[in-house]
């Protein structure tokens, strides 16, 4: 194949790649999109592929020149089916397995609740999208929100590292006994003498005297009394 066909072919498919998505592409975002799916993904065979699709009037440059990204021209067409977005999520995933640990994009996906399928499949293994990431459970995700949505990317794990399990509470080793007797020696708990004073005198603060009236004073000194006459 000549290279000016494997120009034709390459932009070709990259008018066809931001046909289905959304948004402004900038040299950075085409480039994930080529290397999330194991095309070239040389930054300058990117720009320069963005800056000739626009010049053959399919695309509408922005931006400032050190900040360009590039818009489909309103008057392209585009069809519902190719607004969607379209993974081949076979190639992800073997782009990943060739990459052990290296965060690769999956896809961007406008509506949210897809997103969040996408990556309980990738994951979990699961059904039709599921099936591409085996083994199940070596592969990890991430999410990005864009202006176009959700970024979804993706990790192969070659060796998963077992589930951490947290270490039992200390507390829970220590006797009643000896938990009590920390409170009282940090001086969270009153107990003693001095404690019995303290908690008295607080008592007397909040309510009064506990023996308020005459009446009631006398009433104690008689029980008092008897008391003390009949212990004599």
Do not use: F
């Given at each position: ?14 008018l066809a790649v931001i046909q289905g998505g959304r948004g402004a592409w900038s040299v950075g975002r085409l480039q994930r999109h080529r290397r999330a799916h194991g095309a070239p993904a040389q930054r300058s065979t990117a720009r320069r592929d963005l800056a000739e699709l626009a010049r053959r009037g399919h695309l509408t ?172």
């Amino acid at each position: 194949m000549s290279a000016a066909s494997s120009r034709e072919q390459r932009l070709a498919a990259t008018l066809a790649v931001i046909q289905g998505g959304r948004g402004a592409w900038s040299v950075g975002r085409l480039q994930r999109h080529r290397r999330a799916h194991g095309a070239p993904a040389q930054r300058s065979t990117a720009r320069r592929d963005l800056a000739e699709l626009a010049r053959r009037g399919h695309l509408t440059q922005c931006g400032p020149h050190d900040g360009r990204y590039y818009t489909l021209r309103k008057d392209q067409p585009m069809s519902r089916r190719a607004r969607r977005t379209h993974v081949d999520h076979a190639a992800v995933a073997a782009a990943l397995r060739a990459q052990p640990g290296v965060w690769l994009t999956v896809g961007e996906y406008r509506n949210a609740d897809t997103a969040r399928t996408i990556r309980r499949r990738i994951e979990e293994g699961q059904r039709d999208v599921g099936r591409n990431y085996q083994p199940a459970g070596r592969y990890e995700t991430r999410a990005t929100l864009t202006d176009d949505g959700t970024l979804i990317e993706a990790r192969y794990l070659p060796h998963l590292l077992p589930r951490r399990t947290p270490p039992a509470a200390t507390a829970l080793t220590q006797t009643d006994a000896a938990r009590v007797t920390g409170q009282i020696a940090r001086g969270e708990v009153l107990a003693g003498p001095e404690g019995a004073r303290r908690i008295a005198a607080r008592h007397e603060t909040a309510y009064g005297d506990v023996w308020a009236t005459d009446a009631d004073r006398a009433w104690a000194d008689a029980i008092n009394d008897i008391t003390a006459g009949g212990a004599s």
